[in-house]
């Protein structure tokens, strides 16, 4: 049975998991004595297929993350067009909301 190492995958884990591996380079650098130059030629090549998987980790992420707002972003549109105006509390310092709720508004 194989082990599961990457318990959790969210964006945390995998910064987690890059920070364990720059920490073991960074240590194979300035302190570590290469013995088996075959055997290190393939840990370079294993670390640089992690960084890969866990690059396109981060990118699957990122792409739910936006699917995610893009579906609360369809219920406020049409919670605004069923009611035709829903009181929202913005803090007014945040441009970006306001902005992006005058959008759906349809004021801008």
């Keep these: 049975m194989e082990k599961n190492y990457l318990k959790q995958i969210d ?3 995998l910064l987690e998991e890059l920070a364990e591996n720059y ?9 570590g004595r290469i013995k088996n130059i075959a055997a290190e030629k393939v ?12 690059n396109s980790m981060n990118l699957i992420l990122k792409d739910k993350e936006l699917d995610l707002i893009k579906k609360e972003l369809e219920l406020l ?8 105006s829903v009181p929202i509390a913005i803090n007014s310092n945040d441009e970006k909301i306001q902005l992006l709720v005058n959008k759906i508004e349809g004021k801008v």
Excluded at 23 to 31: G, P, Q
């Design 11 to 13: 964006r945390d884990a």
């Design 23 to 31: 920490n073991f380079i960074k240590r194979k650098i300035t302190e």
């Design 43 to 54: 840990r370079v090549q294993y670390i640089k297929a992690l960084i890969q998987i866990t």
């Design 77 to 84: 549109k049409e919670l605004l067009n069923e009611t035709n």
